[in-house]
């Protein structure tokens, strides 16, 4: 079974640009929850998407947007980019049926904002 | 709010040197613990899940135990392969159904031959 993908994989952008990151799950998954990684925080989570709706989301401003299709495929967005909002950019993905499921994380999309 | 403490942030072992690391927790009712394994510019590899306190698992050199406040993963005889940063991540019962995981910091763990 392929595991969860990320396209792109490397991006550099400047400030006050927009960057849209791709994620395809497991086949059969139909969560998908997105965290970002940086040195200093850690793995913070962004928000998890479950048949195309918002089910949870974490504590980042508003610039910080996602969507889910039919298909369980989804897409993050950032606006107005920051410094700041360099980091490693991880998907994961699991069933979304039952309370307590195994995520399993994609390669991550390095974001690079100069 | 739910919070996370590994320890200690770097260990350097020698091959075949047995270690444990540490994963402090607090959280308004655990659902579940998750241990991942994280190798430079990868995504997180799952490792285990513990639901309650008393319960253990295994893989390989790897054991994880689980406390009402904290959870170890033991590493028994490591190998230079088992150098990796390994993550700890806890599923409170506050997440209204969903999948949010509230990650530490990590353990960078290398082993020398």
């Known amino acids: 079974k392929a595991g969860v993908t990320q396209t792109p994989r490397y991006l550099i952008k400047t400030r006050g640009q927009q960057v849209t990151l791709s994620c395809s799950p497991i086949?059969?998954?139909?969560?998908v929850s997105w965290y970002q990684q940086t040195p200093g925080q850690g793995l913070q989570f962004l928000f998890e998407y479950f048949s195309e709706t918002q089910r949870n989301k974490g504590n980042f401003p508003g610039r910080f947007s996602g969507r889910q299709f039919s298909n369980s495929r989804s897409e993050m967005n950032v606006s107005t980019l920051e410094l700041g909002d360099s980091a490693l950019y991880l998907c994961?993905?699991?069933?979304?049926?039952?309370?307590?499921?195994?995520?399993?994380f994609g390669p991550g999309t390095r974001l690079l904002v100069l | 709010e739910d919070q996370v403490t590994q320890s200690p942030e770097a260990l350097r072992l020698q091959e075949g040197e047995s270690s444990s690391l540490n994963c402090s927790y607090t959280?308004?009712?655990?659902?579940?613990l998750f241990w991942y394994r994280q190798d430079p510019g990868k995504g997180p590899e799952f490792l285990f899940t513990?639901?309650?306190a008393g319960e253990e698992k295994e893989k390989e050199r790897l054991k994880a135990t689980l406390t009402k406040k904290e959870s170890f993963l033991h590493i028994t005889a490591p190998k230079p392969e088992d150098s990796a940063t390994y993550l700890c991540?806890?599923?409170?019962?506050?997440?209204?159904?969903?999948?949010?995981?509230?990650f530490g910091t990590g353990t960078q763990l290398k082993v020398e031959l």
């Open positions: 991540a806890v599923q409170s019962a506050d997440t209204g159904g969903g999948n949010k995981l509230t």
């Open positions: 513990l639901y309650s």
């Open positions: 086949s059969g998954h139909r969560s």
């Open positions: 959280v308004s009712g655990l659902r579940g």
């Open positions: 994961a993905s699991s069933l979304g049926t039952s309370g307590i499921e195994t995520q399993y």
